[in-house]
């Protein structure tokens, strides 16, 4: 594909997913549209052998928009990232068509792994802002990740995945009883998890609290029989 076809796929790529573009001419200052613009010139690079300066394309390009994106990242066709800055994709991860991420998502490896060591995300996956997606494992087709989440293991297709370490909240349309799962309105399993500690901390607290009266009654009552 050439310059120009890349050119005109990326700026409608944007135009038509972000609702805040007034102008099409908007679209060239996206941090997203340019950064994929050095992306696809530095990959082709990467894949004849020219690490270095495909290196020194994406860290211009990273500098520039604070999107870091490894030249040796495999990404196909309509990806956005929405505001991006943070975003980090990692060297081997592999990203399908039409995904989008907001920023501060990182596509990132474990640090434990040779070769493939970072995450497959399908065809129509969100990941929203702040999300870490960590290892070389599959995000399945229209998944989405929820906002801060942190997540180690596989997730099947149509999924939605929250909280810290990520689990499964809704798949194939079934999902719990709570607010709609778009990347702002999803339940916190890390505070719920804490209301549940303050539950049991209470009734602990009191359970002391009678252990504490019982003790006082004994003592007490052995002081009377002593005397």
Not at 54 to 80: C, D, M, N, V, Y
Not at 132 to 149: P, Q, R, V, Y
């Amino acid at each position: 594909m050439s310059f120009f076809a890349y050119f005109k796929e990326e700026f409608q790529v944007i135009q038509e997913r972000d609702p805040a573009i007034h102008s099409p001419m908007e679209v060239l200052l996206y941090p997203s549209f340019r950064v994929m613009l050095k992306y696809r010139r530095a990959h082709k690079l990467y894949l004849k052998g020219h690490y270095f300066l495909a290196r020194w394309i994406s860290q211009r390009a990273a500098r520039k928009t604070g999107i870091e994106i490894h030249p040796g990242a495999t990404i196909g066709k309509g990806l956005f990232i929405d505001h991006g800055s943070g975003v980090i994709i990692g060297e081997t991860a592999i990203i399908g068509d039409n995904v989008t991420l907001y920023q501060g998502v990182t596509l990132g490896g474990n640090g434990k792994e040779t070769g493939k060591r970072h995450p497959t995300l399908k065809d129509n996956v969100m990941v929203s802002a702040g999300a870490k997606i960590i290892g070389s494992f599959t995000i399945g087709e229209n998944s989405k990740i929820g906002a801060g989440s942190v997540v180690i293991e596989e997730v099947p297709p149509n999924c939605t995945v929250v909280g810290v370490p990520g689990h499964i909240v809704k798949q194939n349309d079934v999902r719990i009883p709570r607010k709609s799962m778009d990347h702002i309105h999803l339940p916190d399993p890390i505070f719920e998890d804490i209301k549940v500690l303050q539950q049991e901390n209470t009734e602990l607290t009191n359970r002391v609290l009678e252990l504490e009266g019982e003790l006082r009654q004994m003592r007490k009552k052995e002081r009377t029989e002593q005397k």
